[in-house]
């Protein structure tokens, strides 16, 4: 059985929720439950050795790329695009601008306790539904907030939004509460666009759905293969790398991710976003001497 399971190469956390769910129904061996003994223990230690975690280092794919393709036609203008794409960009920009899981994003709420708009429209500020209690994050995190400032300059209603205001989630949130108003059935911040669903909450499976659609969407419009394995999730990678590529500081990354040491970041989810972007700029870069 050991063999067997070390062959098959599964990771160590695999191996863990295997030995919880035999834990809870065995009778325990030497007074020990079996997650407890000390040969488990020791196994599943010698198999995070033999098999340790890989850290994926490249990110897996364009942030400014998808950035780019948000600013194109079936996302813009904001107030004429389809009510499906118009709820995965404030799905998408909400999970970039705030680096939060899917269960803090899922839980956020339009009740006027969970919701405040900054009376010069400067900006806006989320709190979770006060019902909702993360399983992984550290008391100092809960219900916390997520604040989110309004950018780009303002424009009459019949100009165009400049291209920063595009990308601006403050705009795009009020645009969306406005457009699902009408058929709300739940508090939530996300709800069904349509179906026989339309109005109810949205599922956090279906919410990280939505951001993945993006990505691929962003990826089609440029006419790129589609991407493979692609995951809701990497939104907090991708997002959080770039904010310390800028120069922001490892704790505001951490306090915004909800991470209690910065060792969380560098092990698990820093990825090295200016890669591809550095090759490109050394070729192109014109000599600054004479050949």
Known sequence: MEHSLLEKKLSASTLRVYVAAISSRHIKVDSQTVGSHSLVTRFLKGAQQRNPPRAVRVPSWDLPLVLGALRLPLFEPLDQAPLKWLSAKIAFLLAIASAKRASELHALSVSEQCIRWNSDGTGVAL???????????????????????AYGPSHPPDEEASSAELLCPVRALRCYIQKTAGFRQSDGLFVCYGGLRKGQALS???????????????YKSRGLPLLLNIRGHSTRSVSTSWAALRGVPLSEIC????????????RFYRVNVAAHHAVAAAVFQEPSGPS
Request: proline share 8%.
């Open 127 to 149: 709190w979770p539904n006060p019902s909702f209690f993360p399983k992984r994050l550290p008391s100092a995190h809960y219900n916390q907030v997520i604040e989110l400032a």
């Open 255 to 266: 306090a915004a991710a909800s991470w209690a040491s910065a060792c969380t970041f560098a």
């Open 204 to 218: 956090r499976q279906r919410l990280s759905k939505w951001v993945v659609e993006v990505i691929e969407e962003a």
